[in-house]
């Protein structure tokens, strides 16, 4: 039962463009959201997070979007730099302290020069 | 910035062995520290909850017996494959959640990761 899906199993994009990162829950008891972003071989690192009280959060060139009535969120990275070519794990929690997470299967990000 | 370490970063071992992996919080203390499991191309999925001081608790279909996990100490918590079998080879990685305190007054604990062990069992 995956209770976190991003259906995109990757995405490519053009340097300057927009990155769109989707990711669709289940569980209506996830009241905290994050999107951790991985390289190979490495551990995931924190990048954004989200609580169901908000439906938008911003940091630089990361925004999170939710929707809480479709149990949907989205990650915006403008502009996209090939740096951010990485594999993105949307993330949910039942607590806020956003401890015991759930994880999607991740996204694979390219953005090409 | 916050530090979970673990070691090794890569095993390699032979069937019907033992694997210890070592999760560390190099600048905090962590009750509690979790570990994940990750399949090519799939999520990360996690497997227990190793709290300091008690026994740890593990998802549901994970084997305790097969995977130990002791957290000894505030800084420390290790994960054991026991009998290790091909179908153990994974990637995994353990987390540490860091509990302070915000601008605003509030108790928040972020999830600190490792970099993670490719084990791969022969």
């Known amino acids: 039962d995956q209770q976190v899906k991003q259906n995109s199993p990757s995405l490519s994009v053009q340097e300057g463009r927009i990155s769109i990162l989707n990711c669709d829950y289940t569980n209506s008891m996830f009241d905290y959201f994050l999107w951790y972003k991985k390289y190979p071989a490495e551990g995931p690192t924190f990048l954004i997070s989200?609580?169901?009280?908000?439906d938008k959060n911003e940091d630089g060139r990361f925004t999170v979007f939710l929707n809480k009535s479709a149990k949907h969120l989205s990650l915006h990275i403008v502009p996209s730099q090939p740096g951010d070519s990485a594999v993105y794990f949307c993330a949910a929690s039942g607590e806020t302290s956003g401890s015991r997470l759930t994880f999607g299967e991740g996204t694979q990000l390219t953005v090409n020069p | 910035g916050a530090v979970v370490s673990q070691h090794p970063s890569r095993v390699i071992c032979k069937s019907g062995t033992s694997v210890k992996i070592e999760c560390r919080s190099l600048?905090?203390?962590?009750?509690?520290m979790f570990w994940y499991r990750q399949f090519p191309k799939q999520s990360l999925m996690l497997m227990a909850t190793s709290n300091e001081g008690s026994k740890a608790t593990y998802e549901q279909g994970v084997e305790k017996d097969k995977f130990l996990i002791n957290h000894a100490s505030l800084t420390l918590s290790t994960l054991t494959v026991t009998s290790a079998h091909p179908e153990d080879s994974s990637f995994y990685i353990c987390?540490?959640?860091?509990?302070?305190?915000?601008?605003?007054?509030?108790?928040?604990?972020?999830?600190?990761f490792g970099e993670g062990s490719r084990l791969t069992v022969l």
């Open positions: 989200i609580s169901s009280i908000k």
């Open positions: 987390s540490a959640r860091r509990w302070g305190w915000t601008s605003g007054g509030t108790n928040t604990g972020e999830l600190f």
């Open positions: 600048d905090f203390q962590a009750t509690t």
